[in-house]
């Protein structure tokens, strides 16, 4: 059984990587990245299952160059990566109507949703046509349209949208490529990462988890997840979370 994890450098990828290094099964582990990360390079010394490539999902170039360094097939495809704030552009998610921008919203798409897709564009030739194929995006519970009591945080909230609309879709063609496919978009809970650190001021302690336990929780739901279920948006603790 082969893996894909991009967005390994990131909070709850690492600990999803840590995790799964930990499962026999897994004969080989493509650990996506962009920015170079020690704890990911200590964790490739140890162990010869696991293949680092840096890769930026943003990057035509590097989309492209892609499956010619991977050997498929590829059971199971998790992508961890996501924008809410950057520090470097002054990028915030937004609170009102009047703080919109266009190119954070753009970023936010680009990151969020769009790269996403092209990611498994990419990688489609080389998904299980047979077997076991899981395919599954972090999204978050505030792009349900339904959820949104609150308000604020536009462009996260509709790029998490677009892409639960995306994987949703996407979802119909894998099933057509492999009928035991499941392809669903996962929200890990608050979760103690750089992306939520500067908002998690009024969480309860309770509410904010560790990535080691997102992470858990997360791979125990996919696991869990059958053919019947593709398509969907579910909870770290398995519940389906309404469009
Ligand atoms: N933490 C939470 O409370 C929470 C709640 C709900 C949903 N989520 C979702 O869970 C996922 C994981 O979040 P996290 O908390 O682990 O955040 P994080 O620590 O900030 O990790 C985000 C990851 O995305 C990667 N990334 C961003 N743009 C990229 C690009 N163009 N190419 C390649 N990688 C890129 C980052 O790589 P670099 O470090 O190299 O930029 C980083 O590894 C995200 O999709 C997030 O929206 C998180």
């Keep these: ?14 600990a999803m990587l840590r995790q799964l290094l930990g499962e026999a099964r897994w004969t080989r582990i493509y650990a996506l990245y962009r920015r170079p990360s020690q704890a990911l390079e200590a964790l490739a010394r140890e162990e010869t299952r696991l293949q680092l490539l840096q890769v930026d999902l943003s990057s035509d170039g590097d989309l492209e160059a892609l499956p010619g360094k991977l050997d498929g097939p590829l059971n199971w495809v998790i992508n961890t990566s996501g924008l809410l704030h950057d520090s470097d552009r002054d990028m915030q998610p937004e ?4 703080q919109l921008n266009r190119d954070d919203l753009m970023a936010g798409y680009e990151v969020n949703a769009i790269n996403h897709l092209l990611l498994l564009k990419a990688l489609e030739p080389l998904l299980a046509k047979r077997d ?5 995006s972090l999204s978050a519970r505030v792009g349900s349209i339904g959820d949104n009591r609150l308000g604020g ?12 609309q995306l994987m949703h879709t996407l979802a119909i063609e894998l099933t057509r490529l492999n009928r035991q496919s499941v392809c669903v978009t996962l929200h890990p809970g608050t979760t103690d990462t750089e992306l939520s650190r500067p908002y998690q001021a009024r969480v ?3 509410k904010l988890f560790s990535p080691a336990f997102a992470a858990r929780q997360l791979l125990e739901v996919l696991e869990a997840l059958t053919p019947a279920e593709t398509g969907r948006h579910f909870a770290w603790d398995g519940e389906a979370i309404p469009w």
Excluded at 153 to 164: H, I, Q, T
């Design 132 to 136: 076991t194929l899981k395919v599954a």
């Design 153 to 164: 945080w536009y462009g996260y909230r509709a790029s998490k949208a677009a892409l639960n």
């Design 1 to 14: 059984m082969q893996l894909l994890l991009a967005g390994a450098s990131g909070g709850i990828g690492l």
């Design 95 to 98: 609170k009102s109507l009047q």
């Design 204 to 206: 309860p302690s309770q």
